[in-house]
């Protein structure tokens, strides 16, 4: 507990140092020196295992090696560090969790990613694949003697780990992959088959070089019925680092980002498997050759197995909270102390920060991050519940996933540009973050599906438990265009609550309609994608608006509190200026639209004395961030 204290400490000494490094900082601004502790908010923010915590983040302080970034290096340079850091960090995993945590414990897991300090983002990565895909894969597919065999090896590297499930000709519907797995009685083996070039495996992450093992999603068949898809664990390299007969691996070659992580391609020519290789908790072959699952019928099978790898999911939504916090300590720190143009006084540039175009760009990005956070909080507390609500869990980890790294390629792209050329530089981070955090949009789910999933869910829930009929509020009600009324946690929840109402009744409605005219049920759901898409979008910021203003009602600081307030108006009324769905249905008048333009300018600009703050919370120091988040003037000395 006192390291933590000394390392909150810390946080809030490099604040001082760094409001006080500010030169010529405009009066308006000083304040911002002296907002709340943000030691105080980082503690209410991220309150579970604040041991492990700062344990971890003397590491990631520390530890020269983990630092290391892998700018300009080659392909095989690259790939060369971020494994070697790779089996550092898990070096580190080992001596912190066990993989039974990410059963027992998540929050460790949730600790561990929220207080990681990247650097080179494949290294996050190859631990993902390894441990939450390959080794979660084990722990929640596999029987107990599966685990037992291998859980030890997967935490000690005896075991390195990739998982193959997307195929050259099946990526989002995966439940289409043409990878067979055939049961040969005889031999008590499973013969696995690519039988088509679009059947190889594609884009594994750890198998162009180093991975021993993997997960080999295929469709089972035995007797000559197929059962589905499910997963089988083989290795893939000998000890002595040649592949494993009956397999071809080739590399996929140079990516926009993540080339640190090897990614590559498989296929299989009668691959021989023994009979318990097949993960079987959910389904298994006997001794005398039958097969039975407690699970039937093969697609909800199927749902259950991509169901277990939830986690991933989850660990996309925090990491992308840690991308953002990143990039707007960066930017927001940047923007005190980086001036151009200058008022009425030739001498005296102002700060960026002065302008409301610059406050515009970064700010409403700041009250995403924090939304997302509780969010992320709430869905935490469910994956440590004892008795778990599964479908809550895959629904709200999949829109938190699509929100988060969405949220995460706008926000560091703005974070980017609103640094000028020195957000283009590497050893900014943010441009590098980026680049390499991209694909998080994709993989784990793509997430144009993941909100039809979403989707899916509401109107089915729906059906059961309709939500009250849509109805604009009336002309008094859209006549009231003061700060207070629009601010009002009121106003913002029935505003994103009528939406969510609306779009519900129409995409049914569309559907019935679509289904009434003799479509056939998927002709109709992709001739309404798009709405149903939104659907997953304004459901998921329903959620997050309800559980950010029940987050920040805990804490009892007057003046953060006041901030975090600023930060759910912003939210949600930057939701509202830019949907044009709350002038088309009415919901608000053109005044209260005007007004609300006007309150979003006037938030950001309240939030100044206090971004500075409310960054440091979010818990990286000036230390782990690149020259422009510090003093960057010095940094550039010849
Ligand atoms: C760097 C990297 C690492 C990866 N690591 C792994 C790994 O370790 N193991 C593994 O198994 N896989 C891995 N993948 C694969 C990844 O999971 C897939 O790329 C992802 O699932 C998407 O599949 P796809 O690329 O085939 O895209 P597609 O499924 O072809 O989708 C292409 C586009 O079509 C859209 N689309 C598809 N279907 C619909 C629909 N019904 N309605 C509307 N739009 C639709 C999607 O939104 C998407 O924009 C990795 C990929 C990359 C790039």
Redesign the pocket.
Known sequence: MESAIRRIQQISNSFILQTNNVSNIDPQFIEAQNSFNPQALYRFLFPYEPELRSRLAEVWKTDKLLLKDSFGLSLEGEREQSFIQFKRLMEVLRQNFSLYDLERNPRKLAVFTQSYRFVNISVT?LIG?HFS?FGASILFLGSNEQREKYIKKIETLEVVG???????G?????QQIETIAEYDHNTQEFIINSPTITSQ???????AKNASHTII?AQLKVAGKMEGVHAFVARIRNEDGSVVKGIRISD?GV?M??NG?D?GRLMFDCLRLPRENLLSRFGGVNKAGIYSSPINPANKRFAQTIGALVLGRYLIAIGSVAFNSVGLTTALRYSFSRKQFSGSDPKQEKQLISYSSHRKRLLPHLANTYAIHFSNNYLLDLLCEKEKKDKEIHILASALKAYGSWSSRDCLQECREACGGQGFLSENLIGNFKSETE?YT????????LY?QVAKFVLSESRKNPPPEYEAPSDSIKQKTDSQFLRSFEFLQNALNARFAQSVAYVTEKLSESVAEGKPIMDSW?DN?PFI?KLGQVYTEKIILRKFIEGISGYSDEKAQAALQLLVSLYTLNIIEKDPWFLKYGYISSEQAEAITVQVLEICKELVPHCISLTDALGFDNETLGPIANDWISKNKF
């Not at 495996?201 to 198998?207: L, N, P, S």
């Open positions: 990565t694949v895909l990739c998982f193959s499930l997307t195929e050259l099946h990526g989002s519907n995966v495996k594609y884009f594994i992450g750890g198998a999603m996929c990516k980002g993540l992580v990614n694909i994709t993989f784990e789910g793509d997430n144009i599906l039809q992709n994608s898409v």
